[in-house]
Every structure is written in C-alpha cells, then in structure tokens.
C-alpha cells in the first residue's frame, strides 16, 4: 500500500469561483497563482491494485482547483506550474525563435492571454464561463535542452495512434526543443520499478506509426504511487508522458500531486486515450476516428452475410463499456444498420415496442436486419437472466458480460421457440481487430497535435495537466476535469434522434421517462444541461457552418 498524503498542512487563501449572481468587476489576471493542496493530517492510503483504484484515488488528496476570475463572468480553471511549488526558477529563451522549421511563422509563441472558452454557443446575456489555458509554445522556457530527462509510459488497453503519440513525442523533443535524452517505460505503471527502460531517439522511433500497439507495451493494474515517484527521482527524470484513460489520468493526478509534496522540479502531462470516446471536456479522443472507420469492415461483413440468408441476421458487437459514441457512429457512418443498442439506452426484449417485435417487423419488410450493440449495453437484462458476478479488472473496471453472444442466443431461442420462423444469424466481435490496427491519417495528424502540445506545456513549466482539442482548440486541462466524470451519449440530444431516423428503430424509451427529461429540460437552465455531457461540445465540432 502506498502512502500519498503529508502530515503538513498548507493554509491558503480561497480564490473567488463562478458564481452567475455575483456581479464581476475584478480584472483578469494570467500570472501564476499558486496551485493549493490540502492533505489531511492523517495518512490517506491508496489501493496499489492499479491506477485505477477509482474510490481510493479520488478520496487521496483534497485540493482547490486554481481559479481565475475576470469580468463579465469569465472563469479561467488554470492548471499547476513548477513556480507554484518551487521559487526562483530560471527561464530560458525558447529554442523556437531559432528554429528553421519556424522562421516562416508570423507568431511564434502563444500570447500568456490566450485562453479557450469551454462553450462557445452562447446568449447574448450569458456570462463569458470556463476557460482553458490555451496550448502552445511560450515565450520563455523553464528547462534547458541538455537539462531535460524525459519518460513516456502507456497504460491501459490498446488503441489506435498509441505507436504515433510516441515518435511524435521523441521527435518533437527531439527536433523542436534538442532533447537527446528520452526514456520509454516498459509495461505501464509498474515498468517503473519492475521493468526494464528503453532509450527512444528519432531513429528508433521512425517507423512506429505504421504498427499497431504500442512499442513500450502496456498493462492494467501494478500502480504504487511511492515506488512510481521513487524511480522517477532515482533516474533524474524531469518530464513524465503518460498516455492513458481516465483510469491512467488519475493516476498521473496522484504521481502529480506527491512530486510537489516532494518539491520536486519535474513536469507530469497527460495525454488522453481512450478508444470509446468516453473522456469529458475534449472534442474527442485520439483513435476514436480510426474505431468508427474500422468498425464499417465488421458492419458490412455482417451486411452481407444477413442479406445472403433468407431471415439472416448480423449482430456486431463494438467497443463502448460504458458510452456507445463508437456504435452510434459507426451505425450513423454505416447506413445499412437497423438497430443500435447502447449502454445510455436501455431496451427491452418481450412486449409491444421490444426488441423482439422490432427484429420481426424487419425481416417481414426487408427479409434481412443487421444490429450493432455496444459492449456495456443491455447488461441489466444479463444480470436478470445470469448470476450477476461483481468482479473487476485490473483497472478497477467491472467486468461485463458478453452481451454480443448472450443477445444471438436470446434471439436464436426466441424465433425458434415463440416465433417459429427459421432465422440463420451471424455474430461478429471485431474488438480487438479494431485495437490493434495502426491509426488512420486523421488520427495520425490528431495524434501528432496532442504530442507537441504537451512538449510545449511541460517546457513552459505546466504540470499536472491533460491536454486536448476544447472547441477545436488544443488546451491544457486540469487533471480533476477529466477524472470527475465520464463522457457519454445523451439520448434526448439530436445526434441520437439522427440515429433513430436512420434506422427507423424504436426509441425503446419509456414515454413516462422522456416526459421527465423534458421537464427537466424546462425546469434548468440550458447553460446547465449543455455543461452536463461533453458530447454538445463534440457535435458543435463537427456541425459548424
């Protein structure tokens, strides 16, 4: 068990948060306030089984978010800087400015004002709201080129451009800023005290990008936060990439936090993977776009082999634990799907307006139906006609059911029993096909982005920061923001009625239900319900005209 408080405790003042009945007169301010931690007097231990350990990690440390405030209602959530923990840093100019591969850039550097607004569709009467500090290359720098020992790790399952966000790494070190020294972390978390390293240069890390994986390896579980930033420490390592979910992420917040208990001078940044689109406040998730494009193999396969039988039936099942962007997706991208089972929308078999009735409607209109189900959907219904197991993972995560296989049996029994109707269906599980495939181009330039803008963060002094595309604008989050809770699709928003009128599918709502969503709608505000799930933002990305 690893211990990640402090017997010291940090009296500090209280920054001023958002508060829309409160009138804003102070001006906005981008200097560097300090970044406050309380740790409790008594030792507050953390789970090691992995980074994961979602109860013990969010009840680690307590800490206030830094907060700006300016006029008009704006909010700035900034992120924390070495100069918050440790004074009297010296700054360098930044070797940009003497870049060749920058001297055609009007501007090199960020200005320090620059901030990214979280909403951007707003009313004319709305307060300005959340800001994010915008990514980029700053003016001065808080390390030197030879002073930097940097570290990159990969933890979790396989996605698609993981390969990519590491030579981007290596090489934007490398070529923008004249990092020679960069070491990969074998293994995931525990490759810090168990494994082997391997040093990374742009030689080594040339062709990556075209494989699967990642070369570091990975795993789940073999988090210890004291033997992660005992290692980290031993080897002189000042900058620290970990590339993860959110899982990962909270895990990075923790080694965050216990490097400034120990007034150490060294950068941690985030970078968010996750294949199922399920990190809040970024548009989207590097891999995500390669899923959805992979996931159209599977889809038409199962397209042919159903309009090829008589009453065929093709069942996809997609990743989605507990979001269902990829199926939505993948089903709206697709157009030859006509049911799409998500874990946000929960359906029934038997009955008026069940599954069942929808699938023998098809067949008699169509002679042929294809279904895409999410991973996590439907796993109540399994729970009720299985012995319910709740057991986890080595990330923390509850293990599911096979929803894919359990569902083409329910629907094989069903028409060989009840209907009496002769079905012949296939089932296809493309999962770890879509895992394992290198990143598409979009990707590719997504993933080379991200890279370059946590180089940029960590060179400027920024640590405990994740960073991604807000609005279409690369910003540096605080680790808190993509931990509190999980992206998912909200079934009353356009982008699902889109999917219900592709498919002609039933809503398989409840009416009693979607009567209360509206009111709710009525009865809050619209700023709130648009705050509430990420997935406006998404949408706003994607439909500007």
Request: charged share 25%; glycine share 8%; hydrophobic share 35%.
């Amino acid at each position: 068990m690893d211990t990640i408080s402090s017997s010291a405790s940090l009296s500090t003042p209280r920054f001023r948060c958002f508060d829309p009945t409160n009138s804003y007169h102070s001006t906005t301010t981008v200097n560097h306030r300090p970044y406050f931690l309380t740790f409790s007097a008594n030792s507050t231990t953390a789970s090691t089984r992995d980074c994961s350990s979602k109860d013990a990690m969010k009840n680690s440390t307590k800490y206030e978010p830094k907060i700006i405030t300016g006029d008009d209602g704006y909010v700035l959530e900034d992120v924390p800087h070495l100069t918050d923990h440790i004074s009297d840093l010296p700054t360098y100019p930044n070797p940009l400015q003497d870049n060749p591969s920058y001297s055609v850039v009007k501007q090199y550097f960020v200005n320090a004002d620059d901030t990214v607004a979280q909403k951007i569709v707003v009313q004319k009467d709305s307060p300005r709201g959340t800001h994010f500090r915008r990514a980029g290359p700053r003016q001065k720098v808080y390390f030197e080129s030879d002073e930097v020992h940097a570290c990159i790790v990969t933890c979790g399952g396989l996605c698609p451009g993981l390969n990519t966000v590491i030579r981007e790494l290596v090489c934007g070190l490398y070529h923008m800023y004249g990092v020679n020294r960069v070491l990969g972390i074998e293994g995931g978390y525990r490759g810090f005290y168990a494994r082997n390293t391997v040093s990374l240069s742009p030689k080594v890390v040339n062709d990556i990008h075209k494989r699967g994986g990642t070369i570091l390896g990975t795993s789940r579980g073999g988090y210890d936060t004291s033997k992660i930033v005992d290692s980290i420490q031993d080897r002189g390592i000042n900058q620290v990439y970990i590339i993860g979910g959110d899982g990962t992420q909270r895990g990075a917040s923790v080694i965050f936090e216990e490097i400034r208990r120990r007034g150490l001078k060294v950068a941690v940044v985030g970078i968010p993977k996750t294949i199922d689109n399920d990190i809040p406040v970024i548009d989207k998730s590097f891999g995500f776009d390669t899923a959805v494009e992979e996931a159209q193999r599977a889809i038409n396969a199962a397209h042919v082999e159903a309009e090829s039988f008589e009453n065929g039936i093709g069942v996809v099942k997609l990743m989605g634990r507990y979001s269902g962007f990829i199926a939505m997706h993948a089903t709206l991208a697709s157009r030859d799907v006509d049911c799409c089972l998500i874990p946000e929308s929960p359906f029934y078999l038997e009955g008026p307006g069940g599954l069942f009735e929808f699938i023998r409607k098809r067949l008699k209109e169509h002679g042929h139906m294809v279904i895409v189900i999410a991973e996590g959907a439907g796993q109540e219904l399994l729970c009720e006609s299985m012995r319910a197991m709740d057991q986890q993972d080595a990330s923390g995560n509850k293990l599911l059911q096979d929803v894919g296989l359990w569902i083409s049996q329910k629907i094989k029994d069903n028409f060989a029993n009840r209907e009496k109707m002769n079905i012949t269906l296939k089932y296809i599980d493309p999962t770890y096909m879509i895992r394992a495939i290198p990143s598409n181009a979009s990707d590719n330039v997504y993933c080379t982005l991200l890279a370059h803008s946590a180089i940029h963060g960590a060179m400027a002094g920024y640590t405990g920061f994740t960073v991604g595309p807000v609005n279409g604008r690369h910003a540096y989050i605080p680790f808190h923001r993509v931990t509190e809770r999980q992206n998912k699709v909200v079934i009353t928003d356009r982008m699902w009625a889109r999917l219900l009128s592709s498919t002609n599918q039933p809503s398989f709502v409840d009416p009693k239900q979607v009567i209360k969503e509206k009111d709710t709608v009525d009865e809050e505000p619209r700023s709130q319900l648009l705050n509430g799930e990420n997935h406006i933002d998404t949408l706003t990305t994607q439909e500007r005209v």
